[in-house]
């Protein structure tokens, strides 16, 4: 099982851009399907992005276009490039692995877009 910890959110202005960085330990990453995950206040947490291991990506919709998801093996790390925020992208933003289904959710990382 591995273990994820998200880091590069904050307080951004609408426009903006944020990179989230999720760190993973473990001997298996490259095997593993990524995903980012958001949650806002009162809402269901809601997939944002993936990214499988052969490199193939998938976007919600109201994402597309925006935001790009990328992995680096090497590194153990996957990256959530966030661009030309709204408002509406505040929310805590999780990564989670997956090889026959997804693992426990960490503390994730808070993203504000506001002016």
């Known amino acids: 099982q591995v273990q994820l910890v998200e880091s590069g959110g904050g307080l951004v202005q609408p426009g903006g851009s944020l990179r989230l960085s999720c760190a993973a330990s473990?001997?298996?990453?490259?095997?593993?399907?990524m995903g980012w995950y958001r949650q806002a206040p009162g809402k269901q947490r809601e997939l944002v992005a993936l990214?499988?291991?052969?490199?193939?990506?998938n976007y919600a919709d109201s994402v597309k276009g925006r935001f790009t998801i990328s992995r680096d093996n090497a590194k153990n790390t996957v990256y959530l490039q966030m661009n030309s925020l709204k408002p509406e992208a505040t929310a805590v933003y999780y990564c989670?692995?997956?090889?026959?289904?997804?693992?426990?959710w960490g503390q994730g990382t808070q993203v504000t877009v506001s002016s």
């Open positions: 989670n692995a997956s090889l026959t289904g997804w693992g426990p």
């Open positions: 473990g001997s298996s990453f490259n095997i593993y399907t």
């Open positions: 990214i499988t291991s052969g490199g193939s990506t």
